[in-house]
């Protein structure tokens, strides 16, 4: 209504003081036509606004239902790729498996080949070799039959060192002490004797017999004194007192 009265009151002055009710109506006439094609371009707008915000919300819901399809793919993908990562992971475990075991089975036959006993340098080599790589049984298995077979050899003193020292590591202190006797009975005087004595006395230490360990250092010092053991031995002694 004010709208109308502006209109009126801009017109009013265009006619002067002459305005008839003629006039007047026409005049509202023109502003009605006037204010109905307003209403109409308002409601187009308003129609065109509508279209386009239902455009924008169509594709929103588009783009958000591709987002979500293409997330899904990629949810997929990652999927597979931890699938295949897993597989290729255990498939790399059990071939791993496989070469230790293969390794194993071809250390094991290695060992398991004794060399002809006819030759005491290579039996005595073999032996040495199977304590070298860890064969701890194999190594002990050579030793003794080397002893058995070669007991006056040069390399038996030796031998039996070595088989004694296994059986000492292996808690077979009494079947140690019989080794490093044998040393002293069956090759006193080789090198390895004065070894063997010391190694006996250090045994009957562990064992806690003190005044057998004594007996032995003093017996060392005695029969070896040029020796490193007897030296070694005399420190001893120092320490038992």
Known sequence: MRKHCLIVALLVPMWGGCATKRDLQDLQAEISRMQ??????????QQQNDVMMDSLTTQSVRQRGDFATQLGA???????IQEL?????????ELRES????????????????????DPDELFESAE???????????????????????????????????AALLHDEGELEAALDEYSSVLELH???????????????????????DRARS??????????GSAEAEDARDMLRVLR
């Open 99 to 118: 070469m230790a075991q293969r390794e194993a089975a071809q250390r094991a036959l290695v060992d398991s080949v004794v060399p002809d006993a006819g």
């Open 188 to 210: 006193p005087d080789a090198p390895e004797a004065a070894t063997a004595l010391y190694r006996a006395a250090m045994v009957e230490v562990d064992r806690g017999n003190e």
């Open 129 to 163: 070799a199977a304590l070298d790589r860890g064969s701890i049984s194999t190594a002990r298995a050579g030793f003794q039959e080397f002893t058995e077979v070669f007991p006056q050899h040069p390399s038996a003193p030796a031998a039996r060192l070595y088989l």
């Open 216 to 225: 032995m250092l003093n017996q060392l010092t005695a029969a070896y004194p």
């Open 74 to 80: 990629i949810e997929g993908q990652l999927f597979q």
């Open 36 to 45: 109905a094609a307003q209403d109409r371009l308002l409601q187009d707008i």
């Open 85 to 93: 990562t897993g597989q290729g992971q255990q498939r790399l475990a």
